[in-house]
């Protein structure tokens, strides 16, 4: 098994996609809609480049095929995607490394309450 | 599916093209499926929400699709850097691979010195080599006939004189009647006569009386009516003719009832019977084919017209053996007639070298060899570049080694390097022998009146760029192979790998030195002869006439003849010259009341274009010289302005008489003080030995002009001769006349239409302008000066280069030595002393060896080598090579004595 750290750090979109199919298995569309609702709209990817990232993921190993699931209008299968356990691993790691990072901005006193409030704005606000 | 969808879809499956083809087809689907839900959306959530959505996927697919290309391609790179050889998918055959060959594009941009003078270097030994090929290729063409390659050409060789005898009348009818090896033997007369359509002044054109086999052998049907038949050669038939697509397009605009009518060629009037199909030209350019009416009981053995026979060889024979039959053939005219045929050797040809059969076989074979020497030369002097940029690189490649490319793997990739490079190089070359040869093709036309044989094609031909790719891998082995074989010699490897490692540096000393003596004796010993010969050539190109050349309009005029039967032949030449000079008498009266015409002249040739003998001066040792001799109407110095500077003009008492008029370049030739009275001769050029039959009389020289239109060309003298002819003396005579309204061109229709109706038989050849005439003359030197000029520039170049590449080489070389000889307390100056008195002695070697060889050959050419100013080109070149080299030094010198000692012992170079 890979070092988990190797594949460090994950692009935002990648890690939404992890923290997407931890939650549960999920096709694209789900896959899509969640990370844009997560993300009030923040971060809104095409088609194409979901699906290149899920293929990147993949690759390495971080997520797999769930089965198909429930046929579409037409009869035609969608497939639908699921977390290894080593995306987890990764997942976990990218997130402890966040976590560090939050601390260490912390310490550096730059999420004192002021920014915390225009950050709470722009996620939620807007 | 809704028609909206549908098409959705199809645009969506357009997008995803964008992507690799394993995205496409493990997702394309549920991309689709995707993609159509969020369009469900956006459609419940309104327009600007599908626009949006559009955009976004537009936008997303496009930059998505780039990055993974790029990604894969990365991905593809990494690994095959990391294991330094290639996947099979992509090599491109020897373990090169495509990106051997982008490395090699970038070294072109990375290197732009080395890539521009090692380019232009190759890319004119290229254009040379390619030049020579398409002119063998022309000369050893086969004829674009069924089985062109099996017709010949036969004709008597004359041992005596060395050329070829053309009055073979008899010869051609035994050979007809007897050889077996060649079938469809026939021969061919040219006439020049005038073309007259009705409603048209005369065109002279080529007319090839030709036997009918010729269109037997070409086995080309005609294109309308019929070709000649052998009915048509009997005497007194009716007088028909063919005629060639081309001529009966631009003559009888495509007549379609052309087949029938008459047409006149000087005073004879012929019908026309079948028209050839477009392209056909046999057997040179013709596009007028009479029948071949002569009988040899009308002449003497070796007399009567020149011809030219044809043959095609026989079902099974071989050109060996039809030589051979006609050797017998040979041998017994040679014993049967001996007074004219003793010394006559019958040859046998392959059609299109007839054109050349003044040339010895040796000489091609030999031409072929100083191209690949040339190229040899050019392409040692950028592998001598190479060599020290790869030197640059030697960390690169041990590293590669080490981590496990082949020595053939590095060696491929040095290759590839270069043959980039020459490729490139190869391709301009090609492009500037394309151009050189259009040029050289319009010059021969005009040269020829446009009568280049139908087989030679100007063109450049694919075998032309199969040889050109051939020198250019050739060449790339020269500049890529060599120098990387030398480097990852195991030798070489070892010290490499110490050097790497901080230990002891690379030294060929004994090899660099003769590399750099060499290169400078090479330059010093051709440039100076390059460069006079070019000096000369471009000054000849370019020279001025010296005269309004571009006032007058002259031509060549000429008058249709036979050649007369052997028995009648005194006869026939008497009425000839003296119609010819009555004709031209009233062609020059008519000409002088014409208005605007003045100073109507008869010479023998254009000014400046005079023929050349020797001569030698009464009582002036034995010395001789070569002046051109100008055969001029009385009324020639006032027509072209030329002062007289002392003594007369010519008085119609000198026609015929012993008096001479030269220029003054002669006048200074001759001697100091009174010139006037002094006596000349002229001297036959040694084909004879009695010593009476050498000498002409003697002329007196009655005047002294100024030197006149006398530099056009080198093979002409300064010196010049003029005597007074009358008109009619002369035949074919020049007709120069100044045209007043300052457009010589427009009289010329006027000129034909006068010559015309005096009579049909006169002709006017090459109605141009003087300056044109000369301009003429001049092109093909402009293009030799153009070749040369640029031959020397890219040799010197190259040299130089070579030499600064060789000098900051060997003295890179030395940097540790310098390094620890300073660290060791050593003085700055006397270390540099040291460093370039080495090189001084290298160079001064290569000099001095270089002015051996020029000065070998200048002595061997009598001072024609360089021209006669052999010192200063000599000391000039000498000099540049010098400083260059000098030059060279100074750099790495200067960085050699910076280096700390610590970085001196720990660096290996």
């Given at each position: 098994?890979?070092?988990?750290?190797?594949?460090?750090?994950?692009?935002?979109?990648?890690?939404?996609?992890?923290?997407?199919?931890?939650?549960?298995?999920?096709?694209?569309?789900?896959?899509?809609?969640?990370?844009?609702?997560?993300?009030?709209?923040?971060?809104?990817?095409?088609?194409?480049?979901?699906?290149?990232?899920?293929?990147?993921?993949?690759?390495?190993?971080?997520?797999?095929?769930?089965?198909?699931?429930?046929?579409?209008?037409?009869?035609?299968?969608?497939?639908?995607?699921?977390?290894?356990?080593?995306?987890?691993?990764?997942?976990?790691?990218?997130?402890?490394?966040?976590?560090?990072?939050?601390?260490?901005?912390?310490?550096?006193?730059?999420?004192?309450?002021?920014?915390?409030?225009?950050?709470?704005?722009?996620?939620?606000?807007? | 599916?809704?028609?909206?969808?549908?098409?959705?879809?199809?645009?969506?499956?357009?997008?995803?093209?964008?992507?690799?083809?394993?995205?496409?087809?493990?997702?394309?689907?549920?991309?689709?499926?995707?993609?159509?839900?969020?369009?469900?959306?956006?459609?419940?959530?309104?327009?600007?929400?599908?626009?949006?959505?559009?955009?976004?996927?537009?936008?997303?697919?496009?930059?998505?699709?780039?990055?993974?290309?790029?990604?894969?391609?990365?991905?593809?790179?990494?690994?095959?850097?990391?294991?330094g050889?290639?996947?099979?998918?992509?090599?491109?055959?020897?373990g090169?691979?495509?990106?051997?060959?982008?490395?090699?594009?970038?070294?072109?941009?990375?290197?732009?010195?080395?890539?521009?003078?090692?380019?232009?270097?190759?890319?004119?030994?290229?254009?040379?080599?390619?030049?020579?090929?398409?002119?063998?290729?022309?000369?050893?063409?086969?004829?674009?006939?069924?089985?062109?390659?099996?017709?010949?050409?036969?004709?008597?060789?004359?041992?005596?004189?060395?050329?070829?005898?053309?009055?073979?009348?008899?010869?051609?009818?035994?050979?007809?009647?007897?050889?077996?090896?060649?079938?469809?033997?026939?021969?061919?007369?040219?006439?020049?006569?005038?073309?007259?359509?009705?409603?048209?002044?005369?065109?002279?054109?080529?007319?090839?009386?030709?036997?009918?086999?010729?269109?037997?052998?070409?086995?080309?049907?005609?294109?309308?009516?019929?070709?000649?038949?052998?009915?048509?050669?009997?005497?007194?038939?009716?007088?028909?003719?063919?005629?060639?697509?081309?001529?009966?397009?631009?003559?009888?605009?495509?007549?379609?009832?052309?087949?029938?009518?008459?047409?006149?060629?000087?005073?004879?009037?012929?019908?026309?019977?079948?028209?050839?199909?477009?392209?056909?030209?046999?057997?040179?350019?013709?596009?007028?084919?009479?029948?071949?009416?002569?009988?040899?009981?009308?002449?003497?053995?070796?007399?009567?017209?020149?011809?030219?026979?044809?043959?095609?060889?026989?079902?099974?024979?071989?050109?060996?053996?039809?030589?051979?039959?006609?050797?017998?053939?040979?041998?017994?005219?040679?014993?049967?007639?001996?007074?004219?045929?003793?010394?006559?050797?019958?040859?046998?040809?392959?059609?299109?070298?007839?054109?050349?059969?003044?040339?010895?076989?040796?000489?091609?074979?030999?031409?072929?060899?100083?191209?690949?020497?040339?190229?040899?030369?050019?392409?040692?002097?950028?592998?001598?570049?190479?060599?020290?940029?790869?030197?640059?690189?030697?960390?690169?490649i041990t590293?590669r080694s080490?981590?496990g490319a082949s020595r053939r793997r590095i060696v491929t990739q040095l290759?590839?390097?270069?043959?980039?490079?020459?490729?490139?190089?190869?391709?301009?070359?090609?492009?500037?022998?394309?151009?050189?040869?259009?040029?050289?093709?319009?010059?021969?036309?005009?040269?020829?009146?446009?009568?280049?044989?139908?087989?030679?094609?100007?063109?450049?031909?694919?075998?032309?760029?199969?040889?050109?790719?051939?020198?250019?891998?050739?060449?790339?082995?020269?500049?890529?192979v060599?120098?990387a074989l030398q480097f990852t010699g195991r030798?070489v490897q070892?010290?490499?790998?110490?050097?790497?490692?901080?230990?002891?540096?690379?030294?060929?000393?004994?090899?660099?030195?003769?590399?750099?003596?060499?290169?400078?004796?090479?330059?010093?010993?051709?440039?100076?002869?390059?460069?006079?010969?070019?000096?000369?050539?471009?000054?000849?190109?370019?020279?001025?006439?010296?005269?309004?050349?571009?006032?007058?309009?002259?031509?060549?005029?000429?008058?249709?003849?036979?050649?007369?039967?052997?028995?009648?032949?005194?006869?026939?030449?008497?009425?000839?010259?003296?119609?010819?000079?009555?004709?031209?008498?009233?062609?020059?009266?008519?000409?002088?009341?014409?208005?605007?015409?003045?100073?109507?002249?008869?010479?023998?040739?254009?000014?400046?274009?005079?023929?050349?003998?020797?001569?030698?001066?009464?009582?002036?040792?034995?010395?001789?010289?070569?002046?051109?001799?100008?055969?001029?109407?009385?009324?020639?110095?006032?027509?072209?302005?030329?002062?007289?500077?002392?003594?007369?003009?010519?008085?119609?008492?000198?026609?015929?008489?012993?008096?001479?008029?030269?220029?003054?370049?002669?006048?200074?030739?001759?001697?100091?003080?009174?010139?006037?009275?002094?006596?000349?001769?002229?001297?036959?050029?040694?084909?004879?030995?009695?010593?009476?039959?050498?000498?002409?009389?003697?002329?007196?020289?009655?005047?002294?002009?100024?030197?006149?239109?006398?530099?056009?060309?080198?093979?002409?003298?300064?010196?010049?001769?003029?005597?007074?002819?009358?008109?009619?003396?002369?035949?074919?005579?020049?007709?120069?006349?100044?045209?007043?309204?300052?457009?010589?061109?427009?009289?010329?229709?006027?000129?034909?239409?006068?010559?015309?109706?005096?009579?049909?038989?006169?002709?006017?050849?090459?109605?141009?302008?003087?300056?044109?005439?000369?301009?003429?003359?001049?092109?093909?030197?402009?293009?030799?000066?153009?070749?040369?000029?640029?031959?020397?520039?890219?040799?010197?170049?190259?040299?130089?280069?070579?030499?600064?590449?060789?000098?900051?080489?060997?003295?890179?070389?030395?940097?540790?030595?310098?390094?620890?000889?300073?660290?060791?307390?050593?003085?700055?100056?006397?270390?540099?002393?040291?460093?370039?008195?080495?090189?001084?002695?290298?160079?001064?070697?290569?000099?001095?060896?270089?002015?051996?060889?020029?000065?070998?050959?200048?002595?061997?050419?009598?001072?024609?080598?360089?021209?006669?100013?052999?010192?200063?080109?000599?000391?000039?070149?000498?000099?540049?090579?010098?400083?260059?080299?000098?030059?060279?030094?100074?750099?790495?010198?200067?960085?050699?004595?910076?280096?700390?000692?610590?970085?001196?012992?720990?660096?290996?170079?």
């Open positions: 098994m890979k070092d988990p750290e190797l594949l460090l750090p994950l692009t935002p979109l990648s890690l939404h996609l992890l923290l997407a199919l931890a939650a549960s298995e999920n096709h694209g569309y789900g896959l899509m809609k969640e990370v844009r609702e997560r993300t009030n709209g923040a971060i809104n990817p095409a088609t194409g480049t979901v699906y290149l990232a899920l293929q990147r993921l993949e690759d390495e190993g971080l997520v797999g095929d769930g089965g198909l699931a429930a046929p579409a209008e037409g009869g035609v299968q969608r497939r639908s995607w699921r977390i290894t356990p080593f995306g987890r691993q990764v997942a976990a790691a990218e997130a402890r490394r966040l976590v560090e990072l939050v601390e260490l901005a912390r310490d550096r006193d730059l999420l004192n309450d002021a920014n915390l409030s225009t950050l709470t704005e722009r996620t939620h606000g807007g | 599916m809704a028609d909206g969808v549908r098409r959705s879809q199809r645009v969506l499956r357009i997008l995803l093209l964008a992507y690799p083809k394993r995205i496409r087809q493990e997702h394309g689907d549920d991309m689709w499926l995707t993609f159509e839900r969020h369009l469900r959306d956006a459609r419940r959530a309104g327009r600007g929400a599908v626009f949006n959505l559009w955009r976004r996927e537009i936008i997303g697919l496009w930059r998505g699709g780039r990055r993974a290309r790029v990604t894969a391609r990365k991905r593809q790179h990494a690994h095959r850097r990391s294991v050889h290639v996947r099979s998918e992509n090599t491109v055959g020897a090169a691979s495509w990106l051997d060959f982008k490395l090699g594009l970038r070294m072109l941009i990375k290197y732009p010195g080395l890539t521009v003078v090692g380019g232009l270097g190759i890319a004119v030994a290229v254009a040379i080599g390619a030049a020579l090929f398409a002119t063998s290729a022309a000369i050893y063409a086969t004829l674009p006939l069924d089985e062109g390659d099996r017709v010949v050409a036969i004709e008597n060789w004359d041992r005596d004189w060395n050329n070829q005898e053309r009055r073979i009348l008899h010869d051609f009818v035994s050979w007809r009647d007897e050889l077996e090896s060649v079938d469809d033997l026939g021969a061919y007369q040219d006439l020049e006569r005038n073309l007259i359509v009705e409603g048209t002044s005369g065109k002279p054109v080529t007319v090839a009386a030709i036997t009918a086999s010729a269109f037997h052998l070409a086995r080309v049907p005609a294109f309308m009516g019929r070709t000649l038949v052998e009915e048509d050669e009997r005497r007194g038939g009716p007088p028909v003719i063919v005629i060639g697509y081309e001529l009966w397009q631009n003559r009888f605009t495509g007549d379609p009832e052309i087949v029938g009518r008459n047409i006149r060629l000087g005073r004879e009037v012929h019908t026309v019977v079948g028209v050839m199909p477009a392209g056909f030209g046999f057997p040179i350019s013709h596009s007028l084919w009479v029948p071949f009416q002569l009988d040899p009981l009308d002449y003497e053995r070796r007399d009567g017209p020149g011809i030219r026979v044809f043959g095609r060889l026989a079902a099974g024979a071989t050109i060996e053996q039809a030589g051979a039959e006609l050797a017998a053939l040979g041998l017994r005219a040679a014993t049967d007639f001996p007074d004219t045929h003793a010394r006559l050797a019958p040859r046998i040809m392959s059609y299109p070298m007839q054109m050349y059969d003044d040339m010895e076989g040796w000489e091609f074979p030999l031409l072929y060899l100083l191209v690949v020497l040339l190229l040899v030369v050019v392409c040692v002097n950028v592998a001598v570049l190479v060599y020290a940029r790869t030197a640059t690189r030697r960390r690169e590293v080490a981590l290759f590839i390097e270069a043959l980039v490079l020459s490729s490139v190089a190869a391709g301009v070359g090609l492009a500037i022998a394309a151009l050189a040869f259009r040029q050289a093709g319009s010059v021969m036309s005009m040269l020829s009146n446009n009568f280049i044989p139908f087989w030679i094609d100007f063109g450049v031909s694919a075998g032309t760029v199969v040889y050109v790719a051939a020198l250019a891998v050739f060449g790339a082995v020269v500049v890529g060599v120098p030798r070892s010290g490499l790998q110490h050097a790497v490692a901080g230990g002891s540096a690379m030294r060929f000393g004994g090899m660099w030195t003769a590399m750099i003596v060499l290169q400078v004796a090479f330059a010093v010993a051709v440039l100076p002869a390059a460069v006079s010969v070019g000096r000369m050539t471009v000054a000849y190109g370019f020279a001025d006439p010296g005269f309004a050349a571009d006032q007058f309009l002259t031509a060549r005029l000429l008058m249709d003849y036979e050649v007369p039967r052997s028995a009648e032949t005194d006869a026939y030449w008497n009425a000839f010259y003296s119609r010819h000079r009555e004709l031209q008498a009233e062609l020059v009266r008519r000409l002088d009341d014409e208005p605007g015409v003045t100073d109507v002249i008869v010479t023998l040739g254009p000014p400046g274009m005079e023929p050349i003998v020797r001569i030698e001066v009464e009582n002036a040792a034995d010395a001789q010289l070569r002046v051109g001799v100008g055969r001029v109407d009385i009324d020639f110095f006032d027509a072209f302005d030329v002062p007289v500077l002392s003594g007369r003009r010519f008085h119609p008492a000198d026609v015929g008489a012993t008096t001479v008029i030269i220029n003054e370049s002669l006048a200074q030739w001759v001697g100091d003080g009174n010139v006037l009275g002094r006596r000349i001769r002229f001297v036959n050029r040694g084909l004879t030995t009695n010593p009476d039959e050498v000498k002409a009389p003697w002329y007196e020289i009655v005047g002294i002009v100024s030197d006149f239109s006398s530099q056009m060309e080198p093979d002409r003298t300064v010196a010049k001769v003029y005597q007074a002819m009358a008109p009619g003396d002369v035949y074919p005579s020049t007709l120069t006349m100044r045209i007043e309204s300052g457009a010589p061109l427009t009289f010329s229709p006027r000129l034909a239409e006068i010559t015309t109706t005096i009579d049909p038989a006169l002709r006017l050849d090459d109605v141009l302008t003087l300056e044109q005439v000369m301009r003429e003359e001049q092109g093909g030197w402009r293009i030799g000066g153009w070749a040369l000029a640029l031959l020397t520039v890219s040799v010197l170049l190259l040299s130089a280069a070579g030499l600064y590449a060789l000098m900051s080489f060997t003295v890179t070389q030395r940097r540790r030595e310098i390094g620890i000889r300073v660290a060791l307390g050593a003085e700055p100056h006397s270390l540099l002393a040291s460093i370039f008195s080495r090189a001084l002695r290298q160079l001064t070697l290569g000099v001095v060896v270089g002015i051996g060889v020029a000065s070998l050959l200048d002595w061997g050419t009598a001072g024609e080598f360089t021209g006669g100013e052999g010192a200063v080109l000599l000391a000039g070149v000498a000099a540049f090579m010098l400083a260059v080299g000098l030059l060279a030094a100074v750099g790495p010198a200067r960085r050699g004595l910076r280096i700390h000692p610590t970085e001196a012992l720990q660096d290996g170079g």
